[in-house]
């Protein structure tokens, strides 16, 4: 966790990435599921925002 | 006998070979690649900034001299606080969520029964995998036709184990049963696609890990779960992703066994989309609608690619 944290300060790839990932993740589940509409309503934007951060991050150094 | 090259470069008229031949070899390169990006530009990525454009106006494609508004983020609002689209979202969540599962099992369960050595092996591959060749058009006409009430295959069969009378109901109506017949249909089509996948995980698999595990007595259940399933898993991931955008942009197959139907049944996103666009033309709207399907999809696309490097990297 130290570590994830230490890289996530250094602007390192793989927890930036995994950020993303799970940004993205949570944005499709939000757009999908049946419980609530304000979860709809901001799906979008969660996956927007995941996408664009996944593509940024891309570029950092490993 | 003359030289082909050197009648060639004779007939290169001078300018053009003193052209070509003054320039470097990056930009020769550049020169062959320029067509290729002119054409990605063209077909992809001008008419994706342009369904941007239009996704914050009410353009509609069948009034074009109508004035164009620009409405801001209103199409976007109305679409994600619409109780339809997201009962439609759920309509995809739900045949994203059976299509994967029976997937993976089945796909899983194939490529281990396969990975064994038995005579027909190669025939029992080759027929396994003979519904993922086929078109989405005639899988979802010949299902049509399995699914006939009166003369179809499947409540005949039905009929025969269980007594219920073949024309009492009917797989692609009302019913509740729309839903799962588009489910067995995919699944019947791309379980050889993840079989394939986990079949080439399988194989990667090196024999003298399974030895050391048998030295060291561990039992063939602790082996599965110990090495089969983690060597497995980035495969299988692979294929879910796969499978999971795939399914998520479903519409030829669908259109051809229910039409959306009955009702709003099986009316998925992508179906609804196409309505939107094509048969009420609210272009404008339809194409909010599309940016986030394709925001969606590009996310997924993502993660996609990182488990694709992930694999590589093995």
């Known amino acids: ?62 | 006998m003359p030289n082909p090259l050197d009648a060639a470069a004779r007939a290169t008229p001078p300018t053009v070979a003193r052209r070509i031949r003054g320039l470097s070899d990056r930009a020769i390169a550049w020169l062959f690649v320029a067509p290729t990006i002119f054409l990605l530009l063209a077909i992809n990525i001008f008419p994706l900034i342009w369904t941007v454009r239009l996704s914050f106006t009410n353009y509609r494609a069948n009034r074009p001299n109508e004035e164009v508004e620009w409405v801001g983020l209103r199409n976007y609002i109305r679409i994600l606080t619409d109780d339809g689209i997201w009962a439609n979202m759920q309509t995809t969540a739900h045949f994203l969520f059976w299509t994967l599962v029976l997937q993976v099992i089945l796909g899983f369960a194939l490529a281990w029964l396969i990975n064994r050595k038995f005579k027909g092996n190669d025939l029992l591959t080759t027929l396994i995998v003979l519904p993922m060749m086929l078109s989405p058009a005639v899988v979802g006409n010949f299902w049509t036709f399995l699914y006939q009430p009166q003369i179809g295959l499947v409540n005949y069969t039905v009929e025969l184990l269980t007594g219920t009378p073949a024309n009492s109901f009917s797989m692609l109506g009302p019913g509740g049963y729309a839903p799962w017949s588009i489910i067995i249909v995919d699944t019947w089509m791309w379980t050889p696609f993840v079989m394939l996948i986990c079949l080439a995980g399988l194989r990667s698999i090196p024999d003298y890990i399974y030895e050391a595990a048998e030295v060291d007595r561990a039992s063939k259940w602790r082996q599965f779960w110990t090495i089969t399933v983690p060597m497995v898993l980035p495969f299988l991931m692979l294929a879910v992703l796969f499978r999971g955008i795939e399914n998520f942009k479903m519409f030829d197959m669908v259109v051809l066994l229910t039409g959306g139907g009955p009702g709003n049944e099986t009316l998925l996103a992508s179906i609804d989309l196409k309505r939107e666009a094509f048969e009420k033309w609210r272009t404008g709207y339809s194409s909010a609608y599309a940016i986030i399907l394709f925001v969606t999809v590009f996310g997924l696309a993502s993660i996609y690619v990182k488990a694709l490097n992930k694999v590589k990297e093995r």
């Not at chain 1, 995994?18 to 599921?33: K, N, Y």
């Open chain 1, 1 to 62: 966790m130290t570590d994830f944290l230490r890289n996530l300060i250094r602007l390192r790839r793989g927890p930036w990435e995994m950020v993303a990932t799970i940004l993205i993740a949570l944005g499709v589940v939000m757009l999908m599921q049946p419980f609530a509409l304000a979860l709809f309503t901001w799906s979008f934007l969660v996956t927007l925002v995941g996408t664009v951060m996944f593509i940024i991050v891309s570029h950092f150094p490993e």
